[in-house]
T-cell receptor, first 115, second 115 residues
Framework: AQTVTQSQPEMSVQEAETVTLSCTYD???????LFWYKQPPSRQMILVIR??????QNATENRFSVNFQKAAKSFSLKISDSQLGDAAMYFC????????????FGQGTILTVHP | ETGVTQSPTHLIKTRGQQVTLRCSSQ?????VSWYQQALGQGPQFIFQ???????GRGNFPPRFSGLQFPNYSSELNVNALELDDSALYLC??????????????FGPGTRLLVL
């Protein structure tokens, strides 16, 4: 079974600074997808970024980028120029290529942004 | 393009009762997945519906059942409610892409409290 581990229950960052959230996963599949979702107190789960395992290039979406290390099964999220609105719970999630889109989530990391 | 909507937003039931939660998928999406998120945890996959058929199920008992309608909206039904069923129930929609995996987009969730 696939597992996703987020070892940082809480992280904090100063506004305008950079923070990195860690995620590791375990799988025997060769075809899979990785995601970072953001869940603010409003509860709505928002897709931040996705990475296809077959792509060597790290995904980037504006201030958000990932460091995908396939051999190490590591998938970290870097947030640059942090903003107050980035404060939320962040979830790392995995979907196998043959698992009909079932997402397996990590435990989450609470990110606090200090002004 | 309308997003994923869920109703109701909050619900209080007593142990042993039955509940129905509803989800309208994002425009153009024909796949709906349901997740249960206990407080402080990552979401857990319940099941997925594609073209009105169940297309995968997580580790949940048969008293959790669902339906998908021709307009791709969906219902989650839970019978014989237990205290541990208290959670945020999230619906996510996506459009399967041949040879790939479309990202899932989440609704705001229904908060269920079982007393």
């Amino acid at each position: 079974a696939q597992t996703v581990t987020q070892s940082q229950p809480e992280m904090s960052v100063q506004e305008a600074e950079t923070v990195t959230l860690s995620c590791t996963y375990d799988t025997s599949e060769s075809d899979y997808y990785l995601f970072w979702y953001k869940q603010p107190p409003s509860r709505q789960m928002i897709l931040v970024i996705r990475q296809e395992a077959y792509k060597q290039q790290n995904a980037t979406e504006n201030r958000f980028s990932v460091n995908f290390q396939k051999a190490a099964k590591s998938f970290s999220l870097k947030i640059s120029d942090s903003q107050l609105g980035d404060a939320a719970m962040y979830f790392c999630a995995y979907a196998g290529g043959t698992s009909y889109g079932k997402l397996t989530f990590g435990q989450g990391t609470i990110l606090t942004v200090h002004p | 393009e309308t997003g994923v909507t869920q109703s109701p937003t909050h619900l209080i039931k007593t142990r042993g009762q039955q509940v129905t939660l509803r989800c309208s998928s994002q425009s153009g999406h024909n796949t709906v997945s349901w997740y249960q998120q206990a407080l402080g945890q990552g979401p857990q996959f319940i099941f997925q519906y594609y073209r009105e058929e169940e297309n995968g199920r997580g580790n949940f008992p048969p008293r959790f059942s669902g339906l998908q309608f021709p307009n791709y909206s969906s219902e989650l039904n839970v019978n014989a409610l237990e205290l541990d069923d208290s959670a945020l129930y999230l619906c996510a929609s996506s459009y399967p892409l041949a040879g790939g995996l479309r990202s899932q987009y989440f609704g705001p969730g229904t908060r269920l409290l079982v007393l």
